[in-house]
């Protein structure tokens, strides 16, 4: 990962720079953006994206079932995780897409996906840090409940070095994911899951269910019980904890 790298001092969004070159790029090529001016998150929701955070794409080409293609989401995450813990962050993982330190967000990630049928052409992996900026450099209205690395740690960290602990930790990862049965990933990502035994509401398309998260299912599905005991399977959408 890395070996082909586009950088822009300023652009939209490097997802969508990623989609235009995915078809003729090679596999593993990332875009990196120093300050994005139409950062994306998901569900069409704006991502702050000022200088100092690390913003940056990953062009991939696997030969999976578009049904799949979230599970890499979750393993990059479970990537982003292990290399802020490198650094001693207290890094862990918030299903479906998000990496919180300290029980807040530092990292979404943003999954696009081009498949022809049920077959995927390729996949862009957007990842947007919150590193060496302060909460108040995001608008009011995007900070949810967010932090930055340099927040939390009280000091700044290398980018670049960190970008290639990064790339490497992913790489890793996505050798694991195209040889290896998905539960070992998904083993890893368990055990640094913020969101098991958490109350918690999920926004799906058309609908919205409560319920307390009692696991994470071998493919990666939220498993949440319900008021009436039952437990579903979500397989996507965004969870939301419960206000304490
Ligand atoms: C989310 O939590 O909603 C996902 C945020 C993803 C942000 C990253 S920053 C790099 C890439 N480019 C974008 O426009 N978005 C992703």
Do not use: H
């Not at 409940?145 to 990862?173: A, C, P």
């Amino acid at each position: 990962f890395g070996k082909n790298i586009f950088y822009y001092d300023e652009a939209g969004s490097s997802n969508d720079i990623a989609k235009k070159l995915a078809p003729t790029a090679e596999e593993g090529t990332i875009v990196v953006v120093e300050q994005q001016t139409g950062g994306r998150g998901r569900l069409g929701r704006q991502w702050a994206s000022p200088k100092g955070g690390i913003w940056f794409s990953t062009i991939l080409k696997p030969r999976i079932a578009l049904s799949a293609a979230s599970r890499l989401t979750l393993t990059f995450g479970l990537s982003v995780a292990k290399t802020m813990r490198q650094y001693g962050f207290d890094a862990k993982i918030k299903w479906p897409n998000d990496v919180l330190v300290n029980g807040k967000k530092v990292t979404g990630i943003l999954t696009e996906v081009e498949a022809e049928i049920d077959t995927v052409e390729f996949v862009v992996i957007g990842i947007g840090i919150n590193a060496n900026m302060s909460l108040k450099d995001i608008p009011e209205d995007l900070r949810e409940n967010s932090t930055t690395l340099r927040d939390e740690g009280g000091k700044s960290i290398d980018r670049v070095e960190f970008l290639q602990k990064l790339l490497f930790e992913m790489e890793q990862e996505y050798i694991r994911f195209s040889t290896r049965p998905f539960n070992e990933i998904m083993d890893e990502i368990i055990a640094l899951s913020d969101t098991i035994g958490k109350e918690v509401t999920v926004n799906m398309p058309n609908r919205i269910v409560e319920g307390t998260v009692v696991g994470i299912s071998k493919t990666g599905a939220l498993l949440l019980k319900k008021a009436d005991g039952e437990i579903e399977e979500i397989i996507a959408g965004r969870c939301m904890y419960a206000k304490k």
